[in-house]
C-alpha cells in the first residue's frame, strides 16, 4: 500500500500535503515499544512532567534532567542505546528547588532557558548552558502547572496554575485555566476577570467532525485522517477566516440559545461562570497545533473534547478509561490532530480525536504514568512512571 502512495505521488495524483499526512498517519499506527532505547533516570521520585527533542522531566524529588534522545550516551551490547542525563538540577543545586517539581517547560523560542515550577512556592527560570537560575518569582501557594505560550511574539509571560493551565495556540492573549472545582476558565490577559466558562451540558449537534463513513478499522491510514469538516476549519484558519474566533474572544461575545450574550463585566458572578466541565477536578488540558480544539481530562476518569470558537461539548464518547485523581496529567495529541495520547494507570492510550474509539494501548510500566510528550519531528511518544523511562517510538525511526 506504501508503493502504491509513492506512485500515486509520483504521477501527480496525491497532492504533496494528502501525501505526507498519510505517511505521518502510517508511522503513528506503526507506534509500538522500543526496545533499543533505555533511559537512565537520575531521578528518585516521580516524574512528572516531560518536554522535547531534549527530553526535559521534573521531579517529585525535586529535580529536573534533561536528556539528548537523539545520541545516546553509550550502547549495551551494541543494540541498546542508553541515554544517560546530560544536564541535572536537584536539591543539593546552590538554587535547585527543596520539593516536588510540578512542571518543567521549555522556552519556546530556544533551549537556553527552561522554567521550572514546585510545590516549594517558587517559579525559576534558568540558564541551560551555565545551570543557574536567571530569575525566580515567589508564588503565594504551591505551584501545580506552569505554561508559557508557543506563539506568543509580544510578551514573555509565564502562567502558573491551581490545577493545569494552558495557552491558546491561535491567539497569544489567551489562556485557559482548569481548577479542583470542575471549572475550564478562558482568560484575556489584557483584562481582569475570565470571559468564558465551559459546561459540559452545553453542547451543539453538528459542530463536530464526523467519523468516516465506510472507515475501515483495518486501515489505519483513514482512520487517522480528519474528516472533511475538520479540513473545512483548516483551510478556513490557512485562509484567515478563523479570525472570528480571536474577535469573538476580544468582544467577548458568548453564544447563546438563539442570540448573543454581552457581558458588561466578565469577572462578575452568575450562572455561567458556575458552569463546570467535569464532575470534580480538571486534571489535565492539552489545545490541538491548529487551535481549534481544546482536551481536558478530570478526576471523573473522563476525557472531552471542547469546540474552542463555540465553547461547545462536542460529545465525543471516549472509550472507558480509568485516569488517576490524585494528581495533573499531561496529555499529548498528534500534529494531524487525529490521536490523543493520555496516561491510564500504568499504561498509555491513545484515542482516535474524533471518533472516541481506542486506537492503541502501550503497557510497559510497572507504575501509574504521569505525564506523556509526543514528538512530531521523531514521531515518538515518551512516557514516563513513576520511576523510569520508557519510550514508545516509530519503528521507523533511527
Not at 508511522?27 to 526496545?35: D, E, V
Not at 543545586?93 to 520539593?99: M, P, Q, R, S, Y
Not at 482568560?187 to 459546561?199: H, M, Q, S, T
Not at 459540559?200 to 449537534?205: A, D, E, G, H, W
Amino acid at each position: 500500500m506504501w508503493c502504491e502512495a509513492v506512485r500515486r505521488r509520483e504521477r501527480g495524483e496525491l497532492g504533496a500535503r494528502r501525501f505526507e499526512t498519510a505517511a505521518r498517519a502510517r508511522r503513528t499506527a506503526s507506534l509500538a515499544l522500543s526496545n533499543r532505547k533505555e533511559f537512565a533516570t537520575p531521578h528518585n521520585g516521580a516524574v512528572n512532567s516531560l518536554q522535547r527533542r531534549y527530553l526535559l522531566s521534573g521531579a517529585s524529588d525535586g529535580s529536573a534532567a534533561i536528556f539528548d534522545v537523539q545520541n545516546a550516551t553509550e550502547y549495551e551490547a551494541e543494540l541498546i542505546a542508553k541515554h544517560r542525563s546530560i544536564l541535572i538540577v536537584d536539591k543539593q543545586h546552590e538554587n535547585g528547588h527543596k520539593f516536588a517539581v510540578s512542571m518543567a517547560v521549555w522556552y519556546p523560542v530556544d533551549t537556553g532557558l527552561f522554567v521550572t515550577a514546585s510545590f516549594d512556592h517558587y517559579v525559576k527560570v534558568w540558564d541551560t548552558n551555565s545551570t543557574q537560575v536567571v530569575m525566580d518569582f515567589k508564588m503565594p501557594g504551591k505551584v501545580y502547572s506552569a505554561a508559557m505560550s508557543p506563539i506568543a511574539t509580544t510578551h514573555m509571560l509565564i502562567a502558573t496554575g491551581s490545577a493545569d493551565v494552558q495557552w491558546s495556540t491561535s491567539s497569544e492573549w489567551i489562556l485557559m485555566s482548569g481548577g479542583c472545582d470542575g471549572a475550564i476558565r478562558f482568560w484575556d490577559i489584557r483584562r481582569a476577570g475570565c470571559f468564558l466558562v465551559l459546561d459540559q451540558s452545553r453542547s451543539q449537534l453538528g459542530r463536530r467532525p464526523p467519523f468516516l463513513e465506510g472507515t475501515s478499522d483495518k486501515d489505519p491510514l483513514n482512520s487517522l485522517q480528519p474528516s472533511s469538516s475538520s479540513k473545512i476549519y483548516s483551510a478556513q484558519q490557512r485562509t484567515g477566516k478563523s479570525k472570528k474566533q480571536s474577535h469573538k474572544l476580544h468582544k467577548n461575545q458568548i453564544p447563546g440559545h438563539g442570540h448573543i450574550q454581552q457581558r458588561l463585566h466578565p469577572g462578575l458572578s452568575s450562572s455561567q461562570n458556575r458552569a463546570t466541565a467535569h464532575y470534580g477536578a480538571v486534571t489535565g488540558l492539552r489545545t490541538t497545533t491548529d487551535g481549534m480544539y481544546l482536551l481536558s481530562s478530570g478526576s471523573d476518569s473522563r476525557l472531552r473534547l471542547w469546540d474552542i470558537d463555540s465553547g461547545c461539548n462536542t460529545l465525543v464518547n471516549f472509550e472507558a478509561m480509568r485516569l488517576q485523581t490524585s494528581k495533573p496529567l499531561q496529555l499529548a495529541v498528534t500534529e494531524d490532530p487525529s490521536l490523543v495520547f493520555i496516561p491510564c494507570m500504568a499504561s498509555i492510550k491513545a484515542y482516535n480525536l474524533w471518533s472516541g474509539m481506542t486506537f492503541q494501548t502501550f503497557r510497559g510500566h510497572y507504575e501509574p504514568v504521569n505525564c506523556c510528550y509526543y514528538s512530531a519531528q521523531e514521531q515518538e511518544d515518551d512516557g514516563k512512571r513513576q520511576t523510569d523511562f520508557v519510550v514508545d517510538e516509530d519503528n521507523w525511526s533511527d
